[in-house]
């Protein structure tokens, strides 16, 4: 195709902006799919992003558009992952496009989402097309949102189209824009071959799938290829492109976006941002932009009865097939059993990942505290090492100093609840950097430990402002912090699975609130049982479960049978869902409740 007739772009938005039903309305316009085949949200093909409205793998779409020109494009929709967890594919993704679609809802106007992806898609010197979305809404106000856009991100949104992607309003307009605004991509195709690595993901049928864009140079069926950074060498099987069925094509050229298969058995090789060049006559050097990605914060899986420990790791496995960014290795705990440390992006990241086991895979599973990456000195000349489970944790005589991962947040809300995410921030040992206001909206940054967000940041930000704060982050390296293991003990056993690494500052509140959220937890045994939190020797708080009297069935004594039976058969039923600790019983749920800060 003549370069003059592409047009590569990405649609950024916040979540629940209209991003996937905007798409729909694109494919369908442009002829993509049937009605019949044109069922919701094409573009999120997995259950859990459709129910949680987020798209994890990024997809591509090619679509032919003839114009008001009376010429036919092809437009290269280049569909990103939604979620701050993971930035660095969305930062490829970006970097394969010449051109972005800004949607922004009418009703809601800019938000957190919105802010950060712009400014990344700026970076990458986007041609930025502002999509003010579901103007039928009543509440919708784009005027008022045209203004938030000029005076937040800076950009002329005189010209921005008015659309309702649900009721097919400005479909064309988009359309058009696209068409006007975007600017064809550059490249030669007579050149060594350089195509930058955007995403790939596991097919049962084609196997490991590689969406590609073509900077330089032609990708074509018989080559002999290389990724410059991995390093492996692969034959090529064949050049494709999805509308969103997948077509097979002869070649894609510079400035084209489509995909390949070569026969690569194992996603790992396939890392995101690497360059692909031809064996012989390749590029000299690996185009820029290519960044390792490491999990940030781990977790212990274990199946709640021991005999699933094989099914676990198959299911693992298996979701690995398709996401080289999580990570894991067998781990066995006195409390828990044997089960897997995994690694992971980010706390969403985990959640889904915890989320498609337990429903794809139909697994009952324990999550332990979520933990952060932590670096240790080491004291005697014994180096550095990286801390990953607070299990692992030295005896602190051996540790000279602990870092800790930073993140700069950017925190978006209605100005009423402000007042209480600050106080938020400033309690998990936040540093306010920025507060600005537009109309009555205020823009708050924050430096904060990770460590202090992984928790339940999150959801006590979401219930604090109603729903109506939204949180962008990104790492910005480690720093010394005075911190502390803290064990918790169950009738004066140590529990693994609840020990955390905390700020020596908040130890005794952490402490506290665990001890009394366990207590009540735990159920009554026929003795006392002491439940304490603990560092290094000293027990910083303690409560404790006092012995049940009688019994439990002994009020049924006289009483009728079945009813007798029925308590006993209960009782059964919530053994499967215990741990046996030493000599205490503790509910699978109690886990995981302990773990939510109160
Ligand atoms: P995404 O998270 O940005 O991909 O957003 P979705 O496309 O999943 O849309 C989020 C919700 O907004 C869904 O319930 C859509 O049906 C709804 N929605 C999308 N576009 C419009 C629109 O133009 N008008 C109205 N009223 N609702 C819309
Ligand atoms: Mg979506």
Known sequence: TDLSRIRNFSIIAHIDHGKSTLADRLIQRCGGLTDREMTAQVLDNMDIEKERGITIKAQTVRLDYTASDGLTYELNLMDTPGHVDFAYEVSRSLAACEGALLVVDAAQGVEA?????????????????????????????????????????????????????????????VLEAIVKKIPAPKGDRDA??????????????????????????????????????????HLIDRVGCMRPK???????????????????????????????????????????????????????????????????????????????????EMESSAALGFGFRCGFLGLLHLEIIQERLTREYDLDLITTAPSVVYKLQLTHGNGEMELHNPADMPDPTKIAAIEEPWIEAVIYCPDEYLGSILKLCQDRRGIQKNLTYVANRAQVTYELPLNEVVFDFYDRLKSISRGYASFDYHQIGYRDGDLVKMSIMVNGEPVDALSMIVHRGSAETRGRGMCERLKDLIPRHLFKIPIQAAIGGKVIARETIAAMRKDVTAKCYGGDISRKKKLLDKQKEGKKRMREYGSVSIPQEAFIAALRMG
């Open 246 to 328: 997948i077509e097979t094509l002869s070649e894609i050229a510079a400035g084209e976006i489509g995909f390949i298969t070569a026969q690569i058995k194992d996603i790992s090789q396939t890392r995101v941002g690497d360059t692909i060049t031809t064996v012989k006559n390749g590029a000299a050097t690996p185009l820029p932009g290519f960044k390792e990605v490491q999990p940030v914060v781990f977790c212990g899986l274990f199946p709640v009865d021991a005999n699933d420990f094989e099914k676990l790791r198959d299911s693992i496995s298996k979701l690995r097939l398709n996401d080289a960014s999580f990570s894991f």
């Open 192 to 233: 060594p071959l350089e195509a930058m690595l955007v995403d790939s993901w596991y097919d049962p049928y084609l196997g490991v799938v590689i969406l590609v864009r073509v900077v330089n140079g032609v990708i074509k069926k018989g080559q002999q290829i290389k990724f410059m950074i991995g390093g492996t060498e």
């Open 113 to 173: 989402q919105t802010l950060a992806n712009v400014y990344q898609s700026i970076e990458h010197d986007h041609e930025i097309v502002p999509v003010i979305n579901k103007i039928d809404l009543p509440a919708a106000e784009p005027e008022k949102v045209k203004a938030e856009i000029e005076e937040v991100i800076g950009l002329d949104a005189s010209e921005a189209v008015l659309a309702s992607a649900k009721s097919g309003i400005g479909i064309d307009e």
